[in-house]
């Protein structure tokens, strides 16, 4: 079964980072089972900040099976990202 993951780039103490993080764990909920989610601050994941060439906080990214879908740069709508992962999820097979 393929493996859809949406990583969320924050920053501490951010506003934006923290509302962001709450629309995203709604989704969390909703795609339970069928979607995994990962919580990356920047300055504790400076590697993977580097390899995804992070510029701007927040950043969601979803993958599948490791290959980069969709990215999302500052704060994203809900609605924007409650249909980019069920695009990811049709087309990832």
Do not use: H, W
């Not at 079964?1 to 923290?18: A, H, I, Q, W, Y």
């Not at 906080?57 to 990215?71: F, M, Q, W």
């Amino acid at each position: 079964m393929p493996r859809v993951l949406v990583k969320n780039f924050l920053e501490e103490n951010s506003g934006t980072s923290d509302l962001q993080t709450s629309l995203v764990k709604e989704l969390e909920n909703r795609f339970r089972g069928r979607v995994e989610f990962e919580y990356l601050y920047a300055k504790e994941n400076e590697g993977q900040v580097s390899k995804y060439k992070i510029r701007e906080l927040p950043t969601i990214i979803i993958e599948c099976d490791g290959k980069e879908r969709e990215r999302f740069i500052g704060l994203t709508q809900q609605l924007f990202l409650k249909k980019a992962i069920e695009k990811v999820l049709s087309e990832c097979r």
